[in-house]
């Protein structure tokens, strides 16, 4: 168990729909990132936030949005659902510093657009 | 940006021969190169990592090389055990001190044969 802790484990819903994913990192934690996992794409960085603001950002659409939320834990906000959207969208964090930087994954949630 | 080739994408072999996968980035920024572990159902695990100002790194049976020269990485695995059998990535991290944002192979399932 990494400590990282994703909800739902799985999600089923329709092209155009909206849904948002939830990602509660390790304690003490204040780096979240997103990544997006598909057979074709692999592992692709999304976004990054620090401490409730955003850090980086990477191959995210913008129909996709993030937030941290004052107690860290944070939510990635998928819209306009394209079948295309179906992946596993994993969250990770990371301890503050430059040392000993590991990122921990959650154990991911399948979105399934249908 | 930065792009990481990683191969090869299979690789099969049996118990207690040894396994290699290898990567190459394109970044020269990049200074730390993490390999994960992801096992069916779960999300990337971090297995062995190394950086820029190292050449080789061992821990138990895994080792990791980096010539940063020709920019490419490797990951050896001796005595394999059924156990290894996943899919691993490699990875490189062009953010310098924010270590989380990473760039990733494509993966190399390794399946160990009893």
């Known amino acids: 168990d990494s400590g990282v802790t994703q909800t739902p484990k799985h999600l089923i819903t329709a092209t155009g729909q909206r849904v948002t994913l939830r990602c509660s990192p390790r304690?003490?934690?204040?780096?979240v990132y997103w990544y997006q996992q598909s057979l074709d794409q692999g592992l692709q960085f999304l976004i990054q936030y620090y401490n409730g603001e955003e850090r980086a950002k990477g191959n995210i659409l913008e129909r996709f949005s993030a937030q941290q939320f004052p107690d860290l834990h944070s939510e990635l906000n998928l819209s306009s659902l394209e079948l295309g959207d179906s992946a596993l969208y994993f969250c990770?964090?990371?301890?503050?510093?430059?040392?000993?930087?590991?990122?921990?994954f959650g154990q991911g949630t399948r979105l399934t657009v249908v | 940006g930065e792009n990481v080739e990683q191969h090869p994408s299979t690789l099969s072999v049996q118990e207690g021969d040894s396994a290699v996968i290898k990567c190459t980035y394109s970044?020269?920024?990049?200074?730390?190169f993490p390999w994960y572990k992801q096992e069916l159902g779960k999300g990337p695990q971090l297995i062995i990592d190394i950086r820029s100002n190292v050449g080789e790194k061992k821990d138990q049976r895994i080792a990791v090389t980096l010539n940063k020269t020709a920019k490419h990485f490797s990951l050896h695995i001796t005595e394999t055990q059924p156990e290894d059998s996943a899919v691993y990535f490699c990875?490189?991290?062009?953010?310098?001190?924010?270590?989380?944002?990473?760039?990733f192979g494509k993966g190399t399932k390794l399946s160990v044969k009893p």
């Open positions: 304690s003490g934690d204040l780096s």
């Open positions: 970044d020269s920024a990049s200074n730390y």
């Open positions: 990770a964090s990371s301890a503050p510093g430059t040392e000993n930087t590991e990122a921990f």
């Open positions: 990875a490189a991290s062009p953010y310098g001190g924010s270590q989380g944002n990473l760039i």
